[in-house]
């Protein structure tokens, strides 16, 4: 999904260390990189689809 290149094509994006804080400020829980990864491009404005299985620790 994102890399290096990503964040220096559009650096008002936060990085993704910047979203795991604040997902950890806001809502006391640390997101899993897919969480993270999901956030990040909804902040690109790409559409997104994520499905995962019940269990496996989607829930912030």
């Given amino acids: 999904m994102s890399t290096q290149t990503d964040m ?3 650096p008002s994006c936060p990085s993704f ?3 795991r804080a604040k997902t950890l400020e806001d809502l ?9 990864r999901v956030c990040d491009a909804i902040l690109r404005g790409q559409d997104v689809i994520s499905l995962a299985a019940t269990g496996s ?3 912030l």
Avoid at 29 to 36: A, I, N, S
């Fill in 8 to 10: 220096a094509v559009n």
């Fill in 28 to 36: 006391g829980r640390r997101p899993c990189l897919w969480q993270v």
């Fill in 17 to 19: 260390d910047e979203i």
């Fill in 57 to 59: 620790g989607t829930r």
